[in-house]
């Protein structure tokens, strides 16, 4: 699991990109894109992207990001402490449960049962490759519901520590 980090301040600019992938001639579903710059309370900037189609910010809103730590973050939660508003991206835009790469290991798969057990491979890769795509599936389900639980732990302590500031300023 990765770990998660916030980041706090308020939004400088948010910009939103909108990319249509054609494919023989029909548009496949679009995709958003916003980058977001984000201004720390010791005036640095930082900038963030997020893949998604919900964005309840905009600019000059105070927000914190919950991000993973890698170098390249992603954007997992965005909470608007001026419309105290937010959405979990972990829970709302999870990636699906069977993957391109999925079918690229049924097909070794495949290949190396009718290789080792022969016409009977060929019979019992359906089986085994549902059970495979089954197990899969579940253990990634698994693992999202996880992440989803801890980032809106996240949240919750950032709301915490955001609103125990704003009490010891006054």
Same mark, same amino acid.
């Given at each position: 699991? #990765?770990?998660?980090?916030?980041?706090?301040?308020?939004?400088?600019?948010?910009?939103?990109?909108? %990319?249509?992938?054609?494919?023989? =001639?029909? +548009?496949?579903?679009?995709?958003?894109?916003?980058?977001?710059?984000?201004?720390?309370?010791? $005036?640095?900037?930082?900038?963030?992207?997020?893949?998604?189609?919900?964005? #309840?910010?905009?600019?000059?809103?105070?927000?914190?990001?919950?991000?993973?730590?890698?170098?390249? +973050?992603?954007?997992?939660?965005?909470? %608007?402490?001026?419309?105290?508003?937010?959405? %979990?991206?972990?829970?709302?835009?999870?990636?699906?449960?069977?993957?391109?790469?999925?079918?690229?290991?049924?097909?070794?798969?495949?290949?190396?049962?009718?290789?080792?057990?022969?016409?009977? $491979?060929?019979?019992?890769?359906?089986?085994?490759?549902?059970?495979? =795509?089954?197990?899969?599936?579940?253990?990634?389900?698994?693992?999202?519901?996880?992440?989803?639980?801890?980032?809106?732990?996240?949240?919750?302590?950032?709301?915490?520590?955001?609103?125990?500031?704003?009490?010891?300023?006054?």
């Amino acid at each position: 699991m #990765p770990d998660l980090q916030t980041f706090h301040g308020h939004l400088v600019d948010v910009r939103r990109h909108v %990319n249509v992938h054609w494919r023989h =001639l029909h +548009p496949i579903a679009p995709t958003d894109r916003y980058e977001l710059w984000l201004r720390a309370p010791d $005036g640095t900037e930082r900038k963030f992207t997020v893949h998604t189609r919900e964005m #309840p910010a905009r600019r000059g809103h105070e927000v914190s990001l919950i991000t993973t730590t890698h170098r390249r +973050p992603r954007v997992l939660a965005l909470a %608007n402490w001026t419309t105290i508003d937010g959405v %979990n991206y972990a829970r709302s835009e999870p990636p699906g449960l069977v993957r391109v790469g999925d079918v690229l290991w049924l097909a070794a798969g495949f290949v190396g049962m009718t290789a080792w057990l022969g016409d009977a $491979g060929m019979v019992l890769f359906l089986p085994a490759a549902a059970v495979v =795509l089954a197990v899969v599936a579940t253990v990634r389900w698994v693992a999202r519901q996880r992440l989803a639980w801890r980032v809106d732990r996240a949240i919750d302590l950032e709301a915490w520590r955001t609103s125990s500031a704003v009490v010891r300023m006054h």
